[in-house]
């Protein structure tokens, strides 16, 4: 298995999360705490956050995901920057994704002391939403079951994770889902708006049947 950049951010995530498991308080100092973070100042959390997991599941889930849509990614800023440039992009990506998607969440909670987060979703999500837009009618498969192509789940995703980001109640940062998202494609979009017009092209010529 090549060791690529993806598999490094994997690697590290795991290590750091299972570290965490095993002391508890390391996982309280880098919780994303927008209470904590506004009165003490700790923005450190904006980013650590996004390397620990609640548990084995939330971890799986994040890196199996992030695993196979990171790659494609990678790929594509490695061609487009060449590789020692794209390899710096693609990190970049990743972090500023992580925090850039928890800043709506901290200006929503910050007067808010018993909300919580952590995970890679930001990142994730913008890794996942990257490879849609490069790909729009790849399939994606949940559970290796249900499959539909990149766009229309995408699509149905970012609906949802809207409408819970407003409603919530089920301690899962939806909101982190969404812009993590939007700031996959705007970045994608940005770097060549070409692949703006190459999505659209598809996707109209697309037909279900």
């Known amino acids: ?61 994040n890196m199996f995901t992030f695993y196979f849509f990171g790659n494609v990614v990678e790929s594509y800023l490695t061609y487009v920057f060449g590789f020692e440039m794209g390899l710096i992009a693609y990190l970049a990506f990743y972090l500023l994704a992580i925090v850039i998607a928890d800043i709506p969440t901290y200006l929503k909670e910050q007067d808010n002391p018993s909300y919580h987060a952590l995970g890679a979703s930001g990142g994730t999500s913008a890794t996942v939403f990257a490879s849609i837009i490069l790909m729009p009618l790849s ?28 409603t919530g109640g089920d301690n899962i940062n939806h909101d982190a889902h969404f812009y993590g998202a939007v700031f996959g494609i705007v970045v994608i979009v940005l770097i060549s708006p070409e692949n703006g017009l190459q999505f659209w092209e598809q996707i109209k010529s697309f037909s279900l049947f």
Request: one cysteine or more; charged letters at 15%.
């Open 1 to 61: 298995m090549e060791l690529s950049l993806t598999l490094i951010i994997i690697i590290i995530t795991c290590l750091i999360s299972y570290y965490g498991w095993k002391n508890p308080e390391f996982i309280n100092k880098q919780l994303f705490t927008p209470y904590l973070i506004k009165r003490e100042g700790s923005y450190g959390r904006f980013l650590f956050s996004g390397f620990i997991h609640k548990d084995g599941t939330h971890l799986l889930f």
């Open 139 to 166: 399939d994606i498969c949940i559970f290796g079951i249900f499959c539909l192509p990149g766009f229309i789940l995408g699509i149905l995703f970012l609906g949802y994770a809207f409408y819970k980001g407003r």
